[in-house]
């Protein structure tokens, strides 16, 4: 018998399987099955959703064949199967449903999953190929094990949030070659998920924001799984999908960064310590880019970037002690607000959504810290903040507001950056941020 833990290539759902079962009087039918799930060494995982005769043959006598296709080499292999049982929770439940909401839904929500059902497999056999598309590949996991130590040794030399972010996704380049890479963060109030960092796109898209359970980014974060896909070219809806979020209702004007025909992509949830921080995501030109080994060694590195973000975040708040009466001197000594030419704000405490000269900027989170600092610097002058200080302003009553203060602030800043309008944010010290203005605010706050 051939070990499953080779065929892991034919049951990404590339190319639908085959499922023959017979009758009481020995009449053999045969049907399509759209994916064949991997569970261990002996056991795989079908979703129940035969048609009726595949499933009273099942129920009959417990035994199906199936043949599986390695949507990469072409090479076919027959499995027998025994029915052990039936699952309606659990890991590998979830992990069926999850495929099915990305593959074969409209991405407006999970797909309703009967059960999974659980076979034993009893034999596996290739089918000889007289011509094989490839020849199959050796597994080749010590060299990817070696990449991930080499960019999880950078990651580790990071000293603030900003900076790992960066080295994060230029190694997943240099490393992988994943060269289309962005990084979501809860959004904290409306629970989506926003754009923080990116690489390989026109547009970095920072602020770019993708609404709960929407897509394969939304899914990850809700179910907090990795989802990865291999081949999207069965997956046109969900790309037709993720092209209208910028048309679902309350989104943000900001386009999600996205390849045009992308045709494999893979999102991991960053967790740590229980609690969701954000979401890996990468996608790729070329099918089979994403593959079971590859989800292997991106699991390790979103580990770390989630065990670091959580830390460094932490650690910049422990080290900001003692920096208060410097920053409250530098606002004591900016006196009154200089002239300059008129920068019109103009704020919705609806959404938080904040323009600036009529021009939509950013909204949630970053819009209501991105207001506070202007209606101090209006008031008093004041252009130095501590972060320690911003946690501490009750006035700010934001949710979750202390988890996510580190990496809304390194949003904000890029946002502004990107805009390169007349409001920017500068990291004048650690812990401490420097607002700059090319003229005068004279904000408006909109209720509606």
Avoid: W
């Amino acid at each position: 018998m051939i070990p499953l833990e080779r065929l892991r290539d034919s049951f990404e759902g590339v190319i639908p399987s085959i499922i023959a079962t017979t009758d009481a009087d020995g009449m053999p039918n045969i049907s399509y099955l759209s994916h064949v799930h991997y569970v261990d060494e002996t056991h795989v995982a079908l979703s129940n959703q035969f048609f009726s005769k595949t499933a009273t043959n099942v129920a009959r006598n417990g035994l199906a064949t199936v043949m599986v296709v390695d949507g990469y080499s072409g090479q076919q292999h027959v499995l027998d199967l025994v029915f052990e049982r039936s699952e309606m929770e659990g890991e590998i439940f979830e992990r069926v449903a999850i495929h099915l909401a990305i593959l074969e839904s409209r991405m407006t929500g999970i797909m309703k999953l009967r059960a999974v059902d659980i076979y034993r497999v009893e034999d596996c056999q290739a089918v000889p190929a007289a011509n094989p598309l490839v020849e199959p590949e050796p597994l080749v996991l010590p060299e990817l094990m070696g990449k991930v130590a080499r960019l999880t040794a950078r990651m580790s030399d990071c000293s603030d949030p900003e900076a790992l972010l960066d080295v994060t996704l230029e190694g997943l380049g240099e490393c992988f070659g994943y060269h289309h890479s962005m990084v979501l963060v809860p959004d904290g109030e409306r629970g989506g998920l926003t754009t923080i960092a990116s690489r390989g796109y026109d547009q970095f898209g920072f602020g770019a924001e993708v609404p709960p359970g929407r897509g394969i980014i939304g899914v990850a974060a809700e179910r907090r799984r990795n989802v990865r896909i291999t081949d999207l070219s069965r997956g046109q809806r969900y790309i037709q999908a993720v092209r209208a979020m910028a048309g679902v209702e309350d989104a943000t004007p900001i386009p999600l960064p996205a390849l045009d025909k992308p045709l494999s992509q893979t999102a991991l949830p960053l967790v740590s310590r229980g609690r969701l921080v954000g979401v890996l995501f990468s996608e790729s030109t070329e099918r089979f880019t994403f593959r079971h080994r590859d989800e292997e060694a991106l699991t390790v590195i979103a580990a770390h970037l989630a065990t670091a973000l959580s830390f460094l975040s932490e650690e910049r708040e422990r080290t900001e002690t003692g920096r208060r009466e410097k920053a409250e001197r530098s606002a004591d000594e900016a006196g009154s607000v200089p002239a300059g030419r008129r920068i019109a704000v103009r704020f919705y405490p609806r959404d938080g959504s904040l323009f600036v000269d009529d021009d939509y900027l950013i909204r949630g989170v970053p819009g209501r810290l991105l207001l506070h600092f202007l209606e101090d610097y209006a008031r008093t002058g004041k252009q130095d903040f501590l972060n320690r200080e911003i946690r501490r302003d009750r006035r700010l009553q934001l949710p979750d507001f202390k988890d996510n203060l580190e990496t809304r602030l390194i949003l904000l800043r890029r946002r502004l950056e990107e805009k390169a309008g007349p409001i920017m944010l500068e990291r004048a010290d650690r812990g401490r941020l420097r607002l700059t203005l090319a003229g005068r605010p004279e904000i408006e706050v909109v209720e509606d």
